[in-house]
Structures are given as structure tokens and as C-alpha cells.
């Protein structure tokens, strides 16, 4: 059993940052029995994949659209997750959840689909304004 929680979202400017947080209770394994993803929706459209991050932390995998703006980061030894988030746009705006799962291989572990994570948050709303 998996308890997501995150925060730090909220309203920015166009060009400005926020660095999300997903705190983790764990039961029956460790946090780092798990990979992590962040997703986000905007309203009106589907749940959209933005990036995961593996057991360690050493690999990640992040859309296209985020990429070099986004850093996914997490620590273990406080079963959190962190995602920075650089120079926003306003199509970033969105419901920004976090998600966990198990993967069954070291070297096929990335998961974009939303429906092979097994644990959610609540999500954090983040409003970039133009």
C-alpha cells in the first residue's frame, strides 16, 4: 500500500518556476521498491504523461514537451519525489499528480501509460499565467 501526497503547486508567471513535492507512506516495501511518474491534466483533455523517474533516481525519462525545462529528482531516504519545473508557459497549466509502480525489468522500467501505475495523489494545481 501506497499514500501519495503531493504539493507545491500554484500560480506563476509565464517564465517563472515551481518545484513540486511527492511524499510517500509506504507499506509492505520500501519506497524504493518503486518507480515513480509524474502526470498532469489540463481541463478538458486527457491525463498526460510528463515523466518518470526510476527506483534509484540515476535514470529518467521525460516528454518531449517538458524536456529541458523539467527536472525530476527524488530521495529515498525521505520517500519524496521533487519536480522542478523551469521556465513555464501557460500550457503547462494543469493538475499535476504523481504516481507509483513496481517494474518487472531493470532494463525495459520506463512507463508512459497511465494505467500501469498502481498508486496516485490527489494532485497539485499549477496556473501559469501569460
Known amino acids: 500500500q501506497v499514500q501519495l501526497v503531493e504539493s507545491g503547486g500554484g500560480l506563476v508567471q509565464a517564465g517563472g518556476s515551481l518545484r513540486l513535492s511527492c511524499a510517500a507512506s509506504?507499506?509492505?516495501?520500501?519506497?524504493?521498491?518503486?518507480?515513480v511518474g509524474w502526470f498532469r491534466q489540463a481541463p478538458g483533455k486527457e491525463r498526460e504523461f510528463v515523466v518518470a523517474?526510476?527506483?534509484?533516481?540515476?535514470?529518467?525519462h521525460y516528454a518531449d514537451s517538458v524536456k529541458g525545462r523539467f527536472t525530476a529528482s527524488r530521495d529515498n531516504a525521505k520517500n519524496t519525489v521533487y519536480l522542478q519545473m523551469n521556465t513555464l508557459r501557460p500550457e503547462d497549466t494543469a493538475v499535476y499528480y504523481c504516481a507509483v509502480y513496481r517494474p518487472t525489468s531493470s532494463l525495459a522500467w520506463v512507463e508512459v501509460g497511465a494505467s500501469k501505475y498502481e498508486y496516485w495523489g490527489q494532485g497539485t494545481q499549477v496556473t501559469v499565467s501569460s
Open positions: 523517474i526510476s527506483w534509484t533516481g540515476v535514470s529518467t
Open positions: 509506504v507499506s509492505g516495501r520500501t519506497f524504493s521498491d518503486y518507480a
